[in-house]
Every structure is written in structure tokens, then in C-alpha cells.
DNA sequence: ATGCGTTATGCTCCTCCTCGCATAACGCTC
DNA sequence: GAGCGTTATGCGAGGAGGAGCATAACGCAT
């Protein structure tokens, strides 16, 4: 048996479409990381169109405003998080942090090869 | 804010390919209860060639016979699981099942309306 | 006024995946 | 031998999603 590998994703839904997962909230991670979107994407190696995309769905998708936005000014603009972007994060990370650790844990009690 | 639902899905990959995943798994446990693939696939609402095609990646990439089939015979023919397959299930369920409902618990615990 | 970097938006192309159709081989029954 | 239902395999059509390109608007610095 060639060498296996477990995989978990946890996400929310709304209505069947993806409104927040864990890609994206490392995307918003990285907009608070580096304080523009533009610089979020190409963190995380996306075009910028598709992050922006994600961004829109998500907050129609969950009704809340995420990106405090401004183009123009100082360094050509900038994005912030808002504070209920920040309240869903953590509300997100309380849900799905430790399900990757036992997934693993559990799959080494199955195929524990040492 | 609309109506949000957690959603989780577990599988194991080989060298970045799925090789089970909860579908996969009830597709082999649909061939099971029907004795045939045919019965399976249509038990799941798939077309024959997507479950043919999925058996067969599912054997390359862990590595283990999965069906016992036969063409031709009463019937038309048929296929059994083997006995590896059962018991690769059988871990799968075992690495798998809760993790769901844990989401889901965790899920009410942040964005409980009641 | 010009230039710069960011937000904001539209459009096409390409790739992956699945579906659906078509066909062949098999082995039992009649 | 003819018919049947299943396994087994090839091929083309269609849909979803991301990549990539192009453009406009904004507001500060020079």
C-alpha cells in the first residue's frame, strides 16, 4: 500500500453556496497581514480577481461587510478588516481548530506505520 | 444573516489523489447491499461509467483488489466486495464517524439560534 | 497636471470533471 | 445459437471554476 495521506476540510454554507471555509479565512488573515488585498492574494498566490470575487461572495453570503476599503490615498489604498469580520474568524477557528489533529490522530490508530 | 450550516468532509489521499473518500465508501457499501455495480450506481444516482471509473482509481492508487466481479453468469453477473475492502471500510468509519457531528455540535455552540 | 498603487468590474480562455452515448466481451438460460 | 444483464472501455459534449488580461475610478504625492 502506497503511502496514505488523511485529508479534512470544514466549512460554512448558506443555501449550498461555500460562505466561508478555510482558504478563506487565511485570505482575510492575510489582508489584516499585510493591510491590502492586493498584497493578501499574491500572499497566498492568487489573482487578485479571485480573491476579490471570494471576498464579495463571502460577505453576501453572510450579509456582514468584511473589508473596510479605500482606493486612492497614501500608498494607492488599502483594506482593514472590519470588527465583524473579525468576530466571525474567531467564531470559525473555535469550530474547526483541532479537527485536522484528530482526523490525524485517529488515522494513525488505523494505518500507524512508523 | 441568512441561514448558516456547517458542513466537513474526511478522505484519504495518495500523492495528492483521492483514494477514499464518504462517497466512495457508499458507493462500496451500495455494491455490497445490491451485489452488483450497476445496482450501486444507480442506487447512488450515477452513471455506471463515473463508479466504474471511481472502483478502478480507488484499487491503483491503495493498491487493492476491491471488487470480486464477474461478467457473464446468472444474472448477467456481479460483484462482491473482497475481503481487503472490508476491512479498509471499516478503518475509514472508524477515522471518520463523530468528526461530523462534533462540527456540528461546535457549529451550534458559536452560531446557536435556537 | 502627472504618476502611482490600490480598489472595482467585465470578459475570454483553458482545464478539470462529470455526464451521456456507444461498443465489446463474458457466461448463463432457454 | 439467440437473448439477457453485467462487467469493461473509448470518446465527445457540456458545465463549473480559476487564470489571465483589460479597463476605469479613486485619492494622495510630486
Not at 22 to 34: D, P
Not at 80 to 92: D, G, H, M, Q
Request: hydrophobic fraction near 40%; proline fraction near 4%.
Amino acid at each position: 500500500m502506497p503511502r496514505l495521506r488523511p485529508r479534512s476540510k470544514v466549512w460554512l454554507e448558506v443555501g449550498g453556496d461555500v460562505a466561508l471555509s478555510e482558504w478563506r479565512v487565511e485570505l482575510l488573515e492575510a489582508v489584516e497581514a499585510h493591510g491590502s488585498l492586493t498584497a493578501a492574494a499574491q500572499a497566498l498566490g492568487v489573482p487578485f480577481r479571485t480573491a476579490w470575487d471570494r471576498v464579495r461572495e463571502m460577505e453576501s453570503r453572510l450579509g456582514i461587510k468584511l473589508l473596510d476599503t479605500q482606493s486612492g490615498g497614501p500608498g494607492g489604498g488599502h483594506s482593514v478588516l472590519t470588527p465583524e469580520a473579525r468576530e466571525v474568524i474567531a467564531r470559525f477557528h473555535r469550530i474547526v481548530d483541532g479537527i485536522g489533529e484528530l482526523v490525524d490522530r485517529r488515522f494513525q490508530e488505523e494505518f500507524g506505520e512508523k
